[in-house]
């Protein structure tokens, strides 16, 4: 075993300041309109890709050290040494680097994903236990797919979808699959988290003021909970996460509430261009029954478009692990305890050195491909820490997109999203807009 090679330190200024600081400029946590406006107009994940590509060439495939505003890093991109720290995750990796602990404590300070040994595992149990990890149909679907088709349903009636109003349904939405109808129109619970989300952006490693309140918006709906809703299922999940059991769904909340709207809308602005791929999604769709939830979680095609605009736009930049020993990786080199350790996942999904048709909108690889299995592509992250609402979150997103597409007809509006060319790195969804008229 060997030590990783070294990039200079102009090399490490160049990654800081093309591929890392623009992840912190335009907010850790809570997305910035303004300085996301800026970096899709500098085409800074462009930049980012291309000084990794040249480090890669240099230095990689194995694993090696790049200074990150003066921290030595280890970047890793070889998707064998991924699946190593991934699937070597929490045992031999932790997912609580420093800049991550100082920010997400300020909202989440007890979550499963800054969680390590003991913590972790009673954590990880309870989120397995109610969001039902790894059933690719949850026990409630038949409620939760219902939910999905309302919101769709209201959206419909416009005559374009934007940001603001995909993500105030998908708060809507989440408030009430986690917490119930009750809360359906809490708008004050979702401010609070908003509120502390953009304070993590600051990283100041403390708890926030408001996550009091958070908490006590949270009881309101989780002591005594209605019954059709993920808080109603608390009572049957097992209760060790050193904490209250509120604070384990924080994560919940702005997953489904932003995340997972501003996949669908990328989903839907490259849908609206992808005429040949549209109208097969479409078949599927006018071939399953809409109100069954076994139908709509097999609509495959649907999901691998989904998947697809995940790879192409991941809105988690990059994932950072830090090594709890020293460790050999199986490309032959060695890096020390407290090693930070980092995944780009804007250059590994678009390696084009590893993936095919890396810069085309391409379903079929989830579809028919091996994409679902290739460590390269990590929106979800992989391995034990992996995210325990995966199929969920999935599952609500083909339910909404069901719908919509089964009574509306996309119009694009976004001329940089071309079929014929390769799609851009960065797709602004704050700016980004769909046309709809009837189907």
Not at 309 to 321: H, I
């Amino acid at each position: 075993m060997s030590a990783p090679q070294q990039a200079s330190v102009l090399e490490g200024l160049e990654f800081t300041l093309t591929a890392a600081a623009p992840n912190m400029v335009t907010g850790l946590f809570s997305r910035k309109e303004g300085a996301v406006k800026v970096a899709s107009l500098l085409d800074v994940d462009r930049r980012g890709y291309d000084t990794i590509a040249g480090l890669v060439r240099k230095y990689g495939p194995a694993p090696f050290y790049v200074r990150v505003a003066g921290n030595n890093s280890v970047l890793v991109t070889d998707p064998s040494d991924i699946e190593f720290v991934l699937a070597g995750s929490p045992a031999l990796f932790a997912s609580n680097p420093k800049a991550k602990q100082q920010g997400m404590m300020v909202f989440q300070p007890d979550a499963l994903t800054l969680s390590r040994s003991g913590d972790w595992e009673g954590r990880r149990a309870f989120a397995e236990a109610v969001l039902d990890t790894g059933k690719p149909l949850h026990r409630l679907a038949a409620t939760f797919l219902d939910v999905a088709r309302d919101e769709a349903d209201q959206l419909a009636d416009a005559d374009e979808i934007a940001w603001p109003a995909i993500n105030a349904a998908f708060q809507r939405l989440t408030r009430r699959v986690v917490l119930g109808e009750r809360a359906a129109r809490d708008t004050q619970l979702t401010d609070t988290l908003s509120t502390l989300m953009a304070q993590a952006n600051g990283t100041p490693g403390k708890v926030g003021e408001e996550y009091p309140d958070l908490l006590h918006y949270l009881k309101r709906y989780t002591a005594e909970p209605e019954s059709d809703c993920l808080a109603g299922l608390f009572a049957e999940a097992p209760q060790d996460v050193h904490g209250p059991l509120e604070g384990q769904i924080v994560h919940w909340l702005f997953a489904m509430g932003d995340t997972l709207p501003a996949n669908l809308l990328r989903t839907l602005v490259v849908l609206a261009t992808h005429n040949e791929i549209r109208a097969g999604i479409k078949a599927e769709i006018g071939a399953a029954d809409l109100s069954s939830a076994s139908d709509v979680v097999g609509l495959s095609e649907l999901a691998g478009a989904i998947y697809e605009a995940m790879r192409l736009w991941p809105t988690t930049p990059m994932l950072g692990r830090v090594a709890l020993g020293d460790v050999d990786f199986p490309s032959g080199v060695s890096v020390p305890a407290d090693a930070d350790i980092l995944i780009h996942n804007i250059f590994n999904h678009r390696n084009a050195d590893l993936v095919e048709n890396a810069d085309s909108f391409d379903p079929q690889r989830w579809v028919t491909g091996d994409a679902g299995s290739y460590w390269g592509f990590n929106f979800f992250s992989n391995g034990p820490q992996g995210c325990p609402g995966l199929h969920l979150s999935l599952f609500l997103g083909q339910a909404f997109l069901a719908r919509l597409l089964s009574t509306r007809e996309l119009v694009s509006k976004n001329a940089d999203v071309r079929p014929t060319e390769p799609l851009p790195f960065g797709l602004n969804y704050f700016t980004a807009t769909v046309g709809l008229r009837p189907a």
